[in-house]
């Protein structure tokens, strides 16, 4: 396993895998796909880092603005990814640290994870790395049908 910046040519992968998350579950709620350029611009604004098992991209973690205007511009969000068989190996940590190491080199005081209410484990996840749940926002998400509740969480850098 390494952890890695993401590359241009790691555009297709990271395609893929997000993509897969946007049909198939709740990690995000939003239900428009990612396309190859939009991660190419992410890419390029050195807010990309990616896993590799071998040769194969299996996650990524990105950061993005938390809110748009100037008062905001200390404080990101992350998202982390990995495909199916990569999960419980440990890789999100790695990840996850890596792009707290980028974002403090990005001048972040503060980083901000939003996770669904259906997902416990990304919970305890961040728990463990130190994040701290700072806020639940009841059915504010729409997917599948149903309400989605979402938790915030942050860690100060």
């Known amino acids: 396993m390494k952890v890695r910046n993401a590359t241009i ?14 049909r198939n579950g709740v990690s995000t709620f939003t239900t428009a796909e990612k396309s190859i350029e939009a991660v190419g611009d992410a890419i390029e604004r050195d807010n990309v880092v990616v896993v590799e098992h071998g040769t194969h991209v299996v996650g990524f ?23 199916a068989s990569s999960q419980g190996r440990g890789w999100g940590g790695a990840l ?8 403090k ?20 996840f961040h728990s463990r790395l130190g994040y701290t749940k ?24």
Not at 9 to 22: G, L
Not at 61 to 83: K, N, Q, V
Not at 96 to 103: D, G, Q, V
Request: hydrophobic residues 45%.
């Open 9 to 22: 040519k790691d555009r297709q992968a990271i395609t893929q895998i997000w993509n897969a998350e946007i």
């Open 61 to 83: 973690g990105a950061l993005s603005s938390f809110r748009t205007g100037p008062g905001y511009r200390h404080t990101m969000e992350h998202s982390i990814y990995l495909d």
């Open 96 to 103: 996850l640290k890596a792009l707290e190491k980028k974002a």
């Open 105 to 124: 080199r990005k001048g972040t005081r503060v980083l901000v994870a939003a996770i669904s209410g259906e997902n416990a484990g990304a919970v305890q």
């Open 134 to 157: 700072v806020a639940e926002m009841p059915e504010v998400g729409y997917k599948f049908g149903r309400w989605l509740d979402l938790v915030l969480m942050q860690k100060m850098l």
